[in-house]
């Protein structure tokens, strides 16, 4: 392990500042969280989880290639040769990896769209960055690294070719919000909407409220910052700051005046709509009233207000409204995210990715709008609603009743603690499984909406 050691001229001492360690990374531009994946000349970073210590594994990491390892352990630093400093202690690694990817964010004098929200938050920004991409060179969000570790691996991604980014922050606990933005340093910020989820981790629905409301606190003390604001959701309405700006958008005929404005054409089973900028934006130009119309590939007309918050982005960066439409209409939904499969059997209204309470009413309620008929539901709990689990399950449970399905199916113990002998009750997906190899729905439309835990998005194919 000596030579090891010595292969390197550089001399770093163990304990280094943000500064110094971002002018290593920019000598070693690659950081690998993961010893399986080590790339000739890289640095790894030791995270911690509730399973597993990277510490234990940045020697290997050393040996498979990486130039230097950042550690948390003091431990394994005081039990090892260190006379090139390739082994770099720190008090926390994670808050380390978080204060290199800022000071990585801050070379790069672009505008950063934070984006939170309980529903819709990964649709919008996929939304977003497709509207975007039609002007600029974007960096977006890939998948749902939403959270701490995340957030910092995308603003790792930014290079000099970016000419705007887009972050999705995603919480669960108080105050997650609050750390990531301190992170990602958005200069503009858009929060979906407010529901009821996680409220395992966040307590009560008030500090879901005040956590995604972080974002906003975040864009007011910074200062000359601006909001997109869904101007008919009176929560978000109610927690802005006086002192930034906002590009409202709406779908309520009452809002049209200085919104952007949009409205649903239809929606069985894909969403048609059309819309049109706000009477200031109009002024500006000398335009008179124009609609536009887009048939996408979304389902659920709940989807209008992510379509009107990435038409507002567009707008606001000068992307031509013509080209607006055809990066809306030409998006296709992916990741088990209401989307449309048709088999040889049966048409499956997916959305298995997650689920809330309010997530589940929205479904559940476009699911009514569409004709298609016979129909049927299979849902998968909610998780992590903490005491109110029980409550929302039931009101759940109480709009099936309201529905006229030909089939409901529920899956997971939360749903078969509610009293409800006229719906078909399954401890998990296996027993789901094991009932459609002997039973094959044929001709149905079937919405299958589950939290990702749960695990139905097993069963489009079998299906």
Same mark, same amino acid.
């Given at each position: 392990?000596?030579?090891?050691?010595?292969?390197?001229?550089?001399?770093?001492?163990?304990?280094?500042?943000?500064?110094?360690?971002?002018?290593?990374?920019?000598?070693?531009?690659?950081?690998?969280?993961?010893?399986?994946?080590?790339?000739?000349?890289?640095?790894?970073?030791?995270?911690?989880?509730?399973?597993?210590?990277?510490?234990?594994?940045?020697?290997?990491?050393?040996?498979?290639?990486?130039?230097?390892?950042?550690?948390?352990?003091?431990?394994?630093?005081?039990?090892?040769?260190?006379?090139?400093?390739?082994?770099?202690?720190?008090?926390?690694?994670?808050?380390?990896?978080?204060?290199?990817?800022?000071?990585?964010?801050?070379?790069?004098?672009?505008?950063?769209?934070?984006?939170?929200?309980?529903?819709?938050?990964?649709?919008?920004?996929?939304?977003?960055?497709?509207?975007?991409?039609?002007?600029?060179?974007?960096?977006?969000?890939?998948?749902?690294?939403?959270?701490?570790?995340?957030?910092?691996?995308?603003?790792?991604?930014?290079?000099?070719?970016?000419? #705007? /980014? &887009?972050?999705?922050?995603? @919480?669960?606990? =108080?105050?997650? *919000?609050?750390?990531?933005?301190?992170?990602?340093? $958005?200069?503009?910020?858009?929060?979906?909407?407010?529901?009821?989820?996680?409220?395992?981790?966040?307590?009560?629905?008030?500090?879901?409220?005040?956590?995604?409301?972080?974002?906003?606190?975040?864009?007011?003390?910074?200062?000359?910052?601006?909001?997109?604001?869904?101007?008919?959701?009176?929560?978000?309405?109610?927690?802005?700051?006086?002192?930034?700006?906002?590009?409202?958008?709406?779908?309520?005929?009452?809002?049209?005046?200085?919104?952007?404005?949009?409205?649903?054409?239809?929606?069985?089973?894909?969403?048609?709509?059309?819309?049109?900028?706000?009477?200031?934006?109009?002024?500006?130009?000398?335009?008179?009233?124009?609609?536009?119309?887009?048939?996408?590939?979304?389902?659920?007309?709940?989807?209008?207000?992510?379509?009107?918050?990435? #038409? /507002? &982005?567009?707008?606001?960066? @000068?992307?031509? =409204?013509?080209? *607006?439409?055809?990066?809306?209409?030409?998006?296709? $939904?992916?990741?088990?995210?209401?989307?449309?499969?048709?088999?040889?059997?049966?048409?499956?209204?997916?959305?298995?990715?997650?689920?809330?309470?309010?997530?589940?009413?929205?479904?559940?309620?476009?699911?009514?709008?569409?004709?298609?008929?016979?129909?049927?539901?299979?849902?998968?709990?909610?998780?992590?609603?903490?005491?109110?689990?029980?409550?929302?399950?039931?009101?759940?449970?109480?709009?099936?009743?309201?529905?006229?399905?030909?089939?409901?199916?529920?899956?997971?113990?939360?749903?078969?603690?509610?009293?409800?002998?006229?719906?078909?009750?399954?401890?998990?997906?296996?027993?789901?499984?094991?009932?459609?190899?002997?039973?094959?729905?044929?001709?149905?439309?079937?919405?299958?909406?589950?939290?990702?835990?749960?695990?139905?998005?097993?069963?489009?194919?079998?299906?």
């Amino acid at each position: 392990m000596r030579s090891l050691f010595r292969s390197f001229t550089h001399h770093y001492s163990s304990y280094m500042t943000i500064k110094e360690l971002y002018q290593l990374y920019k000598e070693h531009p690659c950081i690998t969280t993961d010893s399986r994946n080590c790339p000739e000349g890289s640095i790894f970073l030791a995270l911690k989880g509730d399973t597993f210590d990277g510490n234990k594994f940045a020697i290997a990491a050393l040996e498979k290639g990486c130039s230097y390892a950042i550690i948390d352990n003091k431990e394994i630093l005081e039990s090892q040769e260190n006379p090139d400093g390739r082994l770099i202690c720190v008090d926390d690694s994670l808050q380390t990896f978080k204060a290199l990817a800022r000071e990585h964010r801050r070379q790069f004098h672009i505008p950063v769209i934070g984006i939170t929200g309980t529903n819709g938050k990964t649709t919008t920004k996929e939304l977003i960055a497709a509207v975007l991409q039609k002007k600029y060179n974007v960096l977006f969000t890939q998948g749902n690294f939403n959270n701490d570790v995340g957030v910092p691996k995308t603003l790792f991604r930014l290079t000099d070719e970016h000419e #705007i /980014a &887009v972050i999705e922050m995603g @919480a669960s606990h =108080p105050g997650d *919000i609050k750390t990531l933005a301190e992170t990602a340093e $958005p200069t503009c910020g858009l929060i979906t909407n407010v529901g009821r989820a996680h409220l395992q981790g966040f307590g009560s629905f008030k500090n879901v409220v005040k956590t995604k409301g972080e974002l906003y606190d975040y864009l007011g003390r910074r200062g000359e910052s601006l909001v997109f604001l869904n101007a008919d959701n009176e929560r978000l309405v109610d927690i802005l700051p006086d002192n930034v700006w906002v590009a409202p958008y709406s779908t309520n005929p009452d809002n049209v005046e200085g919104c952007t404005y949009g409205e649903i054409i239809g929606c069985d089973p894909f969403l048609k709509f059309r819309w049109r900028e706000s009477d200031s934006n109009l002024e500006d130009k000398g335009e008179e009233v124009k609609w536009y119309e887009v048939q996408t590939h979304l389902i659920g007309a709940y989807n209008i207000d992510n379509l009107m918050a990435a #038409i /507002a &982005v567009g707008l606001n960066f @000068a992307v031509d =409204p013509c080209l *607006i439409c055809e990066a809306l209409a030409d998006y296709v $939904p992916s990741n088990n995210r209401s989307q449309l499969t048709i088999t040889a059997h049966n048409r499956l209204i997916v959305d298995a990715y997650n689920a809330n309470p309010s997530s589940m009413r929205a479904a559940l309620e476009n699911f009514q709008l569409i004709e298609s008929k016979p129909k049927m539901a299979i849902l998968g709990d909610m998780r992590e609603l903490g005491n109110s689990s029980h409550k929302e399950h039931q009101k759940t449970v109480d709009q099936l009743r309201q529905m006229e399905l030909d089939k409901v199916w529920l899956v997971g113990d939360e749903f078969a603690a509610i009293d409800s002998p006229e719906f078909r009750k399954f401890h998990d997906v296996d027993e789901v499984k094991a009932v459609l190899a002997q039973e094959q729905p044929q001709g149905y439309c079937i919405l299958i909406k589950g939290s990702n835990s749960t695990k139905l998005y097993q069963l489009p194919e079998l299906l």
